[in-house]
């Protein structure tokens, strides 16, 4: 047995509220949904589920409000054997909700709206300092304040804890911040929007990691392309990953469990390259079920994954 992987998230915590329904509204228009459930979500709280599902030592840092998805959603990461002793209840807050729509075939629209996720601060990540420094890899995303984040990298850059920067949702980053990171992992219209801010003219798939890489030429990029697989930059030498085959229900997470593959794998000692592979195996089984946290696989379903490429 390898040994397990002690993984730190720095990040979002949401409720989502997903609806489902044959078609996307256009502005102005009221059509009738079918389905409606509420599911634990949350970019930062997705990785943590999907890496403690896939053995992994995990603590949580973040914050919810004083309400009632504030407190299901802590018992939820208990639940799941989190450490989420760094999670605050900000009094006075709403915890952060996302309003999800799913349509036929599994494509999504998200709408996040923070609230206690953007009352994250520096000093709060600070305080769990030695969560972070005892982590094998920190993992963190866009959804809380820019300044918490580069805390949290800069903590980890200060202990040697390699760091995965996982930019979304997209914006353009100073590139002191992106120096930070050890890999990034956006998707392709992430990696548009951090190589030139915007996605019209971004060029192509490699000209857009030839701008990332000119912003943070040490980092190992990963940039996933759903059905396409994962093309990267690891220290340099560009790979393809092809995609996995699986019948997809619903596309939310995905970007969270392939980062939570990744980092579980490279922490228990695994290069990047097989990293890669193990996270494109988690992606791939989470687009199967419906749903965030609820679409997570277990370590041993992953394992037993015959995983066939895409033609
Ligand atoms: O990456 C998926 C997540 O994005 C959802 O769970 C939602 O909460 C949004 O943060």
Not at 212 to 221: K, T
Not at 288 to 302: D, I, K, M, N, Y
Request: one cysteine or more; proline letters at 5%.
């Amino acid at each position: 047995m390898e040994r397990r992987a002690k993984i730190a998230v720095v990040g979002s915590i949401n409720m989502d509220l997903v609806v489902t329904a044959d078609k996307f509204p256009v502005p102005g228009e009221t059509i009738m949904g079918e389905t409606f459930a509420m599911i634990p979500g949350g970019k930062g709280a997705n990785q943590a589920v999907a890496a403690a599902r896939l053995n992994a030592d995990v603590s949580m840092i973040g914050c919810v409000g004083d309400d009632l998805f504030g407190e299901k959603l802590i018992g939820q990461l208990r639940s799941e054997r989190i450490d989420a002793s760094f999670v605050k209840i900000e009094p006075g807050a709403t915890t952060g909700v996302a309003l999800i729509q799913v349509q036929e075939g599994g494509e999504n629209s998200i709408v996040v709206v923070p609230g206690a996720n953007a009352l994250v601060t520096p000093e709060h990540v600070r305080e769990a300092e030695a969560a972070i420094r005892g982590a094998d890899v920190l993992l963190v995303q866009l959804e809380i304040p820019l300044p918490a984040v580069e805390a949290a990298l800069r903590i980890a850059r200060e202990h040697g804890v390699r760091a995965i920067l996982n930019p979304a949702p997209a914006r353009k980053l100073p590139p002191e911040l992106i120096r930070l990171a050890d890999v990034m992992t956006p998707n392709e219209t992430e990696a548009a929007i951090l190589a030139t801010g915007t996605v019209e003219g971004a060029g192509s798939l490699e000209e857009r990691i030839d701008a990332l890489r000119r912003l943070a030429p040490d980092a190992s990029l990963l940039v996933t392309a759903g059905e396409n697989g994962v093309r990267t930059a690891i220290f340099g030498e560009r790979a393809s990953y092809p995609a996995y085959r699986v019948d997809v229900v619903d596309t939310t997470a995905a970007g969270d469990s392939f980062n939570a593959g990744v980092a579980v794998r490279w922490g228990e000692g695994a290069d990047l390259d097989e990293a890669v592979r193990f996270g494109s195996k988690v992606g791939a089984l989470t687009v199967t079920r419906f749903g965030a946290q609820s679409s997570l696989p277990a370590r041993e379903e992953v394992e037993r994954f015959e995983a066939k490429t895409r033609p």
